[in-house]
Protein backbone atom coordinates (compact mmCIF):
# COMPACT_ATOMS: atom_id res chain seq x y z
CA UNK A 1 0.00 0.00 0.00
CA UNK A 2 2.16 2.95 1.11
CA UNK A 3 5.95 3.18 0.04
CA UNK A 4 8.25 2.93 2.50
CA UNK A 5 12.03 3.23 1.94
CA UNK A 6 13.06 1.85 5.84
CA UNK A 7 13.63 -1.80 6.13
CA UNK A 8 10.54 -3.33 7.09
CA UNK A 9 10.19 -4.43 11.05
CA UNK A 10 10.71 -7.89 12.72
CA UNK A 11 6.97 -7.94 13.28
CA UNK A 12 6.44 -6.96 9.62
CA UNK A 13 8.62 -9.80 8.45
CA UNK A 14 7.03 -12.38 10.47
CA UNK A 15 3.56 -11.15 9.04
CA UNK A 16 4.94 -10.82 5.68
CA UNK A 17 6.11 -14.75 6.36
CA UNK A 18 3.01 -15.59 8.22
CA UNK A 19 0.58 -14.51 5.28
CA UNK A 20 3.17 -16.12 2.10
CA UNK A 21 3.05 -19.50 4.39
CA UNK A 22 -0.45 -19.59 5.37
CA UNK A 23 -2.12 -18.77 2.04
CA UNK A 24 0.29 -21.59 0.30
CA UNK A 25 -0.32 -24.41 2.91
CA UNK A 26 -3.36 -23.34 4.78
CA UNK A 27 -3.60 -21.92 8.70
CA UNK A 28 -3.84 -25.17 10.06
CA UNK A 29 -0.82 -26.21 7.48
CA UNK A 30 1.65 -24.35 9.17
CA UNK A 31 3.53 -24.39 12.77
CA UNK A 32 4.79 -21.50 14.34
CA UNK A 33 8.43 -22.67 14.30
CA UNK A 34 7.86 -23.04 10.56
CA UNK A 35 7.28 -18.96 10.62
CA UNK A 36 10.07 -18.15 12.75
CA UNK A 37 12.49 -19.78 10.58
CA UNK A 38 11.01 -18.27 7.57
CA UNK A 39 12.33 -15.09 9.49
CA UNK A 40 15.78 -16.26 11.44
CA UNK A 41 14.39 -16.71 14.59
CA UNK A 42 13.06 -19.73 17.21
CA UNK A 43 9.38 -20.43 16.64
CA UNK A 44 8.99 -19.42 20.68
CA UNK A 45 11.04 -16.27 19.91
CA UNK A 46 7.62 -15.17 17.56
CA UNK A 47 5.79 -14.96 21.35
CA UNK A 48 7.44 -12.08 22.09
CA UNK A 49 5.70 -10.21 18.79
CA UNK A 50 2.60 -12.05 18.86
CA UNK A 51 0.55 -14.60 21.37
CA UNK A 52 0.14 -16.88 18.67
CA UNK A 53 -0.81 -17.66 15.31
CA UNK A 54 -4.63 -16.40 16.02
CA UNK A 55 -3.21 -13.00 16.78
CA UNK A 56 -1.21 -13.20 13.54
CA UNK A 57 -4.41 -14.14 11.29
CA UNK A 58 -6.11 -11.38 12.95
CA UNK A 59 -3.68 -8.77 12.60
CA UNK A 60 -3.26 -9.61 9.21
CA UNK A 61 -6.80 -9.72 8.13
CA UNK A 62 -7.93 -6.61 10.25
CA UNK A 63 -5.03 -5.13 9.44
CA UNK A 64 -5.31 -5.28 5.61
CA UNK A 65 -8.63 -4.43 6.03
CA UNK A 66 -8.51 -1.27 7.97
CA UNK A 67 -5.24 -0.66 5.71
CA UNK A 68 -7.52 -0.03 2.17
CA UNK A 69 -10.31 1.63 4.35
CA UNK A 70 -7.73 4.26 5.24
CA UNK A 71 -6.13 4.68 1.83
CA UNK A 72 -9.32 5.23 -0.08
CA UNK A 73 -10.54 8.19 2.76
CA UNK A 74 -6.81 9.73 2.27
CA UNK A 75 -7.49 9.37 -1.58
CA UNK A 76 -10.57 11.16 -1.16
CA UNK A 77 -8.98 13.39 0.54
CA UNK A 78 -6.75 14.30 -1.66
CA UNK A 79 -9.10 14.55 -4.44
CA UNK A 80 -10.56 17.50 -2.14
CA UNK A 81 -13.95 17.54 -4.35
CA UNK A 82 -11.89 17.31 -7.98
CA UNK A 83 -13.05 15.57 -10.66
CA UNK A 84 -14.94 12.29 -9.41
CA UNK A 85 -13.23 10.52 -12.27
CA UNK A 86 -9.75 10.97 -11.58
CA UNK A 87 -10.57 10.00 -7.79
CA UNK A 88 -12.46 6.72 -9.11
CA UNK A 89 -8.74 5.87 -11.46
CA UNK A 90 -7.36 6.57 -7.69
CA UNK A 91 -9.27 4.28 -6.10
CA UNK A 92 -8.74 1.90 -8.65
CA UNK A 93 -5.39 2.36 -9.08
CA UNK A 94 -5.12 1.92 -4.85
CA UNK A 95 -6.40 -1.41 -5.25
CA UNK A 96 -5.26 -2.84 -7.85
CA UNK A 97 -1.76 -2.36 -6.07
CA UNK A 98 -3.28 -4.43 -3.05
CA UNK A 99 -4.41 -7.31 -5.34
CA UNK A 100 -0.84 -7.25 -7.34
CA UNK A 101 1.34 -6.75 -3.95
CA UNK A 102 -0.56 -8.60 -1.19
CA UNK A 103 -1.90 -11.69 -2.90
CA UNK A 104 -1.57 -14.23 -0.30
CA UNK A 105 -3.67 -12.01 1.93
CA UNK A 106 -6.65 -12.16 -0.80
CA UNK A 107 -6.13 -16.11 -0.93
CA UNK A 108 -5.57 -15.86 3.03
CA UNK A 109 -8.83 -14.02 3.24
CA UNK A 110 -10.72 -16.23 1.08
CA UNK A 111 -10.11 -19.18 2.95
CA UNK A 112 -9.25 -18.27 6.91
CA UNK A 113 -11.61 -15.46 7.53
CA UNK A 114 -14.07 -18.10 9.29
CA UNK A 115 -11.07 -18.69 11.81
CA UNK A 116 -11.32 -15.12 13.23
CA UNK A 117 -12.55 -14.95 16.49
CA UNK A 118 -16.21 -13.05 15.97
CA UNK A 119 -14.99 -9.67 17.36
CA UNK A 120 -11.99 -9.71 14.83
CA UNK A 121 -14.45 -11.13 12.02
CA UNK A 122 -17.11 -8.56 12.48
CA UNK A 123 -14.56 -5.47 12.77
CA UNK A 124 -12.88 -6.92 9.30
CA UNK A 125 -16.79 -6.61 7.76
CA UNK A 126 -17.17 -3.40 9.36
CA UNK A 127 -13.84 -1.91 7.54
CA UNK A 128 -14.83 -3.58 4.52
CA UNK A 129 -18.58 -2.35 4.35
CA UNK A 130 -16.81 1.14 4.95
CA UNK A 131 -14.69 1.15 2.36
CA UNK A 132 -17.26 -0.22 -0.30
CA UNK A 133 -19.56 2.82 0.63
CA UNK A 134 -16.44 4.80 0.23
CA UNK A 135 -16.41 3.38 -3.36
CA UNK A 136 -20.27 3.28 -4.17
CA UNK A 137 -19.88 7.39 -3.03
CA UNK A 138 -17.31 7.84 -5.60
CA UNK A 139 -19.29 5.63 -8.56
CA UNK A 140 -22.28 7.35 -8.13
CA UNK A 141 -20.94 10.92 -8.59
CA UNK A 142 -19.25 9.53 -12.09
CA UNK A 143 -22.52 7.70 -12.78
CA UNK A 144 -25.32 10.14 -11.32
CA UNK A 145 -28.40 7.72 -12.90
CA UNK A 146 -26.81 4.64 -11.03
CA UNK A 147 -29.13 3.84 -8.01
CA UNK A 148 -27.36 2.74 -5.12
CA UNK A 149 -27.71 -1.08 -4.36
CA UNK A 150 -26.87 -1.32 -8.49
CA UNK A 151 -23.88 1.03 -7.61
CA UNK A 152 -23.32 -1.61 -4.80
CA UNK A 153 -23.15 -4.86 -6.53
CA UNK A 154 -20.71 -2.79 -8.73
CA UNK A 155 -18.45 -2.42 -7.06
CA UNK A 156 -18.01 -5.88 -5.22
CA UNK A 157 -18.85 -7.03 -8.91
CA UNK A 158 -14.89 -5.37 -9.41
CA UNK A 159 -13.80 -6.22 -6.74
CA UNK A 160 -14.46 -9.87 -7.23
CA UNK A 161 -12.49 -8.82 -10.93
CA UNK A 162 -9.59 -7.20 -9.28
CA UNK A 163 -9.04 -9.69 -6.34
CA UNK A 164 -8.67 -12.66 -8.75
CA UNK A 165 -5.54 -12.10 -9.14
CA UNK A 166 -3.81 -15.00 -6.73
CA UNK A 167 -5.45 -17.15 -10.04
CA UNK A 168 -3.86 -15.48 -12.71
CA UNK A 169 -0.55 -17.72 -11.95
CA UNK A 170 2.48 -17.06 -10.71
CA UNK A 171 3.78 -13.82 -10.33
CA UNK A 172 6.84 -14.50 -13.24
CA UNK A 173 4.29 -15.87 -15.45
CA UNK A 174 2.30 -12.50 -15.77
CA UNK A 175 3.03 -10.19 -18.59
CA UNK A 176 4.45 -7.99 -16.40
CA UNK A 177 3.57 -5.89 -13.41
CA UNK A 178 2.86 -2.69 -15.02
CA UNK A 179 0.93 -4.34 -17.87
CA UNK A 180 -1.42 -6.67 -15.66
CA UNK A 181 -2.24 -3.52 -13.72
CA UNK A 182 -3.04 -1.28 -16.95
CA UNK A 183 -5.08 -4.45 -18.35
CA UNK A 184 -6.92 -4.99 -14.72
CA UNK A 185 -7.55 -1.05 -14.73
CA UNK A 186 -9.68 -1.30 -18.51
CA UNK A 187 -11.39 -4.40 -17.30
CA UNK A 188 -12.55 -2.56 -13.85
CA UNK A 189 -13.39 1.27 -16.27
CA UNK A 190 -15.29 -1.00 -18.56
CA UNK A 191 -17.26 -3.21 -15.83
CA UNK A 192 -18.28 0.52 -13.90
CA UNK A 193 -19.14 1.74 -17.65
CA UNK A 194 -21.11 -1.03 -18.34
CA UNK A 195 -22.92 -0.71 -14.84
CA UNK A 196 -23.41 3.04 -15.44
CA UNK A 197 -24.79 2.60 -19.47
Do not use: C
Not at 11 to 26: H, S, V
Amino acid sequence: MATRTDAPTRREQILKEAARLFAERGFHGVGVDEIGAAVGISGPGLYRHFAGKDAMLAELLVGISGQLLTGGKRRVAESDGGDPEALLDSLIEGHIDFALDDRPLITLHDRELDRLRDSDRKLVRQLQRQYVELWVEVLREVYPGLLEPAARSAVHSVFGLLNSTPHLGRPGSLPGRAATAALLHRMARGAFAAAGA
